[in-house]
T-cell receptor, first 109, second 115 residues
Framework: GIQVEQSPPDLILQEGANSTLRCNFS?????LQWFHQNPWGQLINLFY???GTKQNGRLSATTVATERYSLLYISSSQTTDSGVYFC???????????FGSGTKLNVKP | EAQVTQNPRYLITVTGKKLTVTCSQN?????MSWYRQDPGLGLRQIYY???????DKGDVPEGYKVSRKEKRNFPLILESPSPNQTSLYFC??????????????FGPGTRLTVT
């Protein structure tokens, strides 16, 4: 199956700082999503972004499918951004999802 | 409200006692899937279904069964649970425009402990 690698595994930020999370995948994909798992375990959809760039408030994401990576940008971080961020990919022509192991973000006040 | 629901949310059981975790979605999605989440391993797909009566194995199907008799429901069955199936389980659904799984929506999770 596809390999999905996320970096960094852990990140500590001061409130107000910006950050970039990276997701590399080993094969061509036709589906790439970013999720936020909050401290209560709930998985929240952030972006469905198989290619291109999207923005939603302080968050934006870019996927460069030809180079097999996606980036999640968090600007002006807040303590509520804390949690684990996952990317998930689906190999082109298949329908199995593969998740990265996540980036654990801790935003300190 | 569009949502994926799972029941129960928490379950403690003993080895070998059959159990079923239910999953239901009200978005008329064709694609449904089960995942387990374990510390350090992220989420791994157990089974998925492209439509009624169509199911396929994910990466970790051993010890699990699923069925898809109705479009909205996708129960996960553990015929003989073992302690290594202690985990956090998520159900998800997705539309499949053009036959490809699209944006997934997740249920709240079921925390299962097998003693």
């Amino acid at each position: 199956g596809i390999q999905v690698e996320q970096s960094p595994p852990d990140l500590i930020l001061q409130e107000g700082a910006n950050s970039t999370l990276r997701c590399n995948f080993s094969d061509s994909v036709n589906n790439l999503q970013w999720f936020h798992q909050n401290p209560w375990g709930q998985l929240i959809n952030l972006f469905y972004i198989p290619s291109g760039t999207k923005q939603n408030g302080r968050l934006s994401a870019t996927t460069v499918a030809t180079e097999r990576y996606s980036l999640l940008y968090i600007s002006s971080s807040q303590t509520t951004d804390s949690g684990v961020y996952f990317c998930a990919a689906v190999i082109y022509n298949f329908n199995k999802f593969y998740f990265g192991s996540g980036t654990k973000l801790n935003v300190k006040p | 409200e569009a949502q994926v629901t799972q029941n129960p949310r928490y379950l403690i059981t003993v080895t070998g006692k059959k159990l079923t975790v239910t999953c239901s979605q009200n978005m008329n999605h064709e694609y449904m899937s089960w995942y387990r989440q374990d510390p350090g391993l992220g989420l791994r797909q157990i089974y998925y279904s492209m439509n009624v009566e169509v199911t396929d194995k994910g990466d970790v199907p051993e010890g699990y069964k699923v069925s898809r008799k109705e479009k909205r429901n996708f129960p996960l069955i553990l015929e003989s649970p073992s302690p290594n199936q202690t985990s956090l389980y998520f159900c998800a659904s997705s539309p499949i425009p053009s036959g490809r799984a699209n944006e997934q929506y997740f249920g709240p999770g079921t925390r299962l402990t097998v003693t």
